[in-house]
């Protein structure tokens, strides 16, 4: 089973994503966005999979300061380039278990997702 974490290491939510796979003893991947940037491709293709308005933390401060403009004018063509611009800007975490996405975290998801 191949799982990576995508997001930033300061993020709670993160880091109890973090201690719950390591307590069920998964083992993962984390892709740090802040050193590593956002893969493109792998955006896309959660997209795909998820829809774009999912993958948007409208709740953050890095959305709070778009313009208007740009909050009104998001859609599917614009959200790609403006997550890659601005990683702190996607929900967190997302994950890939064996190229299935799954995104955020509460445990009673991650139990059902890890599940033997």
Not at 42 to 69: C, F, H, Q
Not at 75 to 92: N, Q, W, Y
Request: contains cysteine.
């Amino acid at each position: 089973m191949t799982v990576v974490m995508y997001g930033i290491a300061n993020c709670d939510t993160i880091k109890k994503a973090k201690n719950w796979l390591t307590e069920h003893e998964v083992d993962f991947i984390f892709h740090d966005y802040r050193k590593q940037g956002v893969p493109e491709q792998i955006l896309s293709d959660a997209m795909s999979a998820l829809g774009w308005e999912p993958l948007v933390n409208k709740r953050g401060t890095t959305y709070r300061k778009l313009s208007d403009a740009q909050k009104e004018s998001l859609s599917a063509d614009t959200a790609l380039p403006l997550l890659v611009e601005h990683p702190a800007m996607i929900k967190r975490p997302l994950l890939t278990v064996d190229g299935n996405f799954h995104l955020g975290f509460k445990a009673a998801q991650y139990e059902e997702v890890f599940k033997p």
